[in-house]
C-alpha cells in the first residue's frame, strides 16, 4: 500500500454532520438523508474512505504495470462529489514525483483517465493543477511523441472539465437536434460521416481510420465536438465542417448536411 496523498476527511465529516448538503441525484435516498441526517454523514464519509482507498490500490497497480480501464477501475463511487477531486489529485502526485519513470506512469493514467471519463464533473481547482502539472512534464526533456501526447492530455482536462460541468450541459433554445452528418466529398474526394451516439461522435472517412469525438457544444448555429487523442475541435455547421486546432482560427474542411435529427 503506497502512502496516502490525501488530506484527512475529518474536516468534510464535521461539514456533513452540521448540515452541508450533497446531492445524490435519488430522491429516496435524500428522503433518507432528510430524516436521519448524522446517518447519512456517517455514510458519506464512508464511502469516501473507499474511495480514497480504491484510487490507492489503482495507483498501485499502474506502477505495477496494468493499465487503468473499465467500469472496474473508474466507477466505483463515481457518484460521490469527491470523486473527480481524489482521482485527479491522485494521479497529479504521480506527475508531480521526483522520478521521472513514475511522471510517465501519471501519464499515461491520465490518458486512461480521459478515456474512461463519461459525464463526470471535475472540479476546476484541481483540474487547473493537474493541467499546469502536465504542462511542466510536457515542457521536460522527453520525446516529441511523449511531449504531444502530454498537450493533448492537458488541453482535453480543460474541455472535459468544462464540457461535464452541470452548468454548460443544458443545450440553449432552438440548439441543433442532429444526430448525423455527411460530407459526400471531402477536399480529397473522401466520403466523411458523423454519427452521435450517447456523449460521442464518430467521424468515419472511405479508406481511414474512425476517429472519436467528445460533444462539448450544441447552439442554434453549430454541434461543437473535441478529439481528445489528437487535440482537434470540429464544428458541424447546417452547409459545412469546419476544424480548428486551436480554438481561435477555424479551417474549412467541405460542404456537407445534417441527414438524421
Do not use: C
Not at 505495477?64 to 481524489?86: I, S
Not at 472535459?160 to 480529397?188: C, H, M, W, Y
Amino acid at each position: 500500500m503506497t502512502k496516502r496523498i490525501w488530506t484527512s476527511t475529518s474536516s468534510l465529516a464535521l461539514g456533513l454532520l452540521v448540515g452541508i448538503s450533497i446531492h445524490v441525484g435519488i430522491t429516496a435516498e435524500r428522503a433518507w438523508a432528510d430524516d436521519f441526517p448524522n446517518q447519512y454523514a456517517e455514510n458519506v464519509v464512508d464511502e469516501e474512505e473507499q474511495l480514497i482507498n480504491h484510487i490507492e490500490q489503482q495507483l498501485v497497480q499502474l506502477q505495477n504495470g496494468k493499465r487503468l480501464t473499465g467500469d472496474q477501475t473508474f466507477r466505483p463511487h463515481e457518484k460521490h462529489p469527491a470523486w473527480g477531486r481524489y482521482w485527479l489529485e491522485g494521479l497529479t502526485s504521480l506527475v508531480t514525483s521526483n522520478d521521472v519513470e513514475t511522471q510517465k506512469l501519471g501519464v499515461r493514467g491520465f490518458r486512461q483517465f480521459v478515456d474512461n471519463m463519461q459525464d463526470n464533473p471535475i472540479p476546476p481547482a484541481e483540474t487547473k493543477i493537474a493541467v499546469d502539472a502536465i504542462k511542466k512534464f510536457a515542457g521536460g526533456d522527453h520525446p516529441n511523441s511523449l511531449k504531444f501526447e502530454a498537450n493533448t492530455l492537458a488541453q482535453g482536462l480543460g474541455v472535459l472539465q468544462v464540457a461535464n460541468d452541470p452548468k454548460t450541459k443544458a443545450r440553449p433554445p432552438g440548439s441543433l437536434p442532429f444526430e448525423q452528418f455527411v460530407i459526400e466529398n471531402d477536399q480529397r474526394g473522401r466520403r466523411r460521416e458523423f454519427n452521435h451516439t450517447g456523449l460521442d461522435w464518430t467521424q468515419r472517412i472511405t479508406g481511414d481510420n474512425i476517429y472519436r469525438f467528445r460533444e462539448t457544444r450544441r447552439t442554434p448555429q453549430y454541434i461543437e465536438m473535441y478529439d481528445l487523442t489528437r487535440g482537434i475541435w470540429m464544428r458541424l455547421e447546417p452547409d459545412q465542417a469546419k476544424r480548428s486546432f486551436d480554438y481561435e482560427e477555424w479551417e474549412f474542411i467541405a460542404k456537407g448536411e445534417f441527414t438524421r435529427g
